[in-house]
Every structure is written in C-alpha cells, then in structure tokens.
C-alpha cells in the first residue's frame, strides 16, 4: 500500500478556490489510479474525482463537474485537486486514495462516474475543506 498525504485544505469563502494536494512517499505513482473523495459527518463518503494511470481516464462527480480539476504528477509523485467557485456543500473532509492498476481494465474501471471506494486499498488521513463566510 501507498502512503498518502493530503494538504491544502482550509477556511475559504463561498466563490473562493482551494489547491489540495496528495504527496505519496516511497513508490511512484505511476501504476496507480488516484481519487478523491469526500466525507460529511452523517453522510456517506462520496467519490469527487478520478484519474487512472495508464490511459489517463478522469472522471468527476456531477455536482463538481465544471468546477474542480484533478491533476497528476506521477514523477512527483504528487496529485493535485484545484477547487473553484467553492460553496458551503463542498464543506468536508477530503481523502485522497489510490488504486494500483490491474492492466486487464481500462482507466473506467477505476475511475467510473460514480467511484467505488473499496477499490482503492491506498487512503491518506483527511484534509479539511469548509467554505463558509
């Protein structure tokens, strides 16, 4: 398993926009499919955003679509989550996770449109994201 770190999350007002970033340590990311997820006290944990590797297939949640960008660095070792025009429902506790690829499914496996989390055995601790004013 990865290890995953997660940053960038914080205070920002509704409209403003947030960078988090997933660092992993140790291996590249190369074979992995990363996403991010969110989780709301009382809510289920709901799949954001997705990039496999090999195909680099990307896949967003309906109600950020638009709005956030998912991006890599698998050199780095780093994936990045830009955040614009942010609103009190994207207030949450942000996951980044990682799936290592079997070459036998495409990226859409990974990263269909709705994610499916326990295909992911990688998860960072969590970065706070609240968008109030």
């Known amino acids: 398993q990865l290890q995953l770190v997660e940053s960038g999350g914080g205070l920002v007002q509704p409209g403003g926009s947030l960078t988090l970033s997933c660092a992993a340590s140790?291996?590249?990311?190369?074979?992995?499919?990363i996403a991010w997820f969110r989780q709301v006290p009382g809510k289920e944990r709901e799949g954001v955003s997705c990039?496999?590797?090999?195909?680099?297939?990307?896949s967003y949640s309906d109600s950020v679509k638009g709005r956030f960008t998912i991006t890599r660095d698998n050199a780095k070792k780093t994936a990045d989550l830009q955040m614009n025009d942010l609103n009190p429902d994207d207030t949450g506790d942000y996951y980044c996770?990682?799936?290592?690829?079997?070459?036998?499914?495409?990226?859409?496996?990974?990263?269909?449109?709705?994610?499916?989390?326990?295909?992911?055995?990688?998860w960072g601790q969590g970065t706070h994201v609240t968008v109030s004013s």
């Open positions: 140790e291996v590249s990311l190369e074979k992995y499919a």
């Open positions: 996770a990682a799936a290592l690829e079997n070459p036998y499914y495409d990226g859409r496996y990974y990263c269909s449109a709705v994610l499916a989390p326990f295909l992911f055995e990688s």
């Open positions: 990039m496999s590797s090999g195909d680099q297939t990307i």
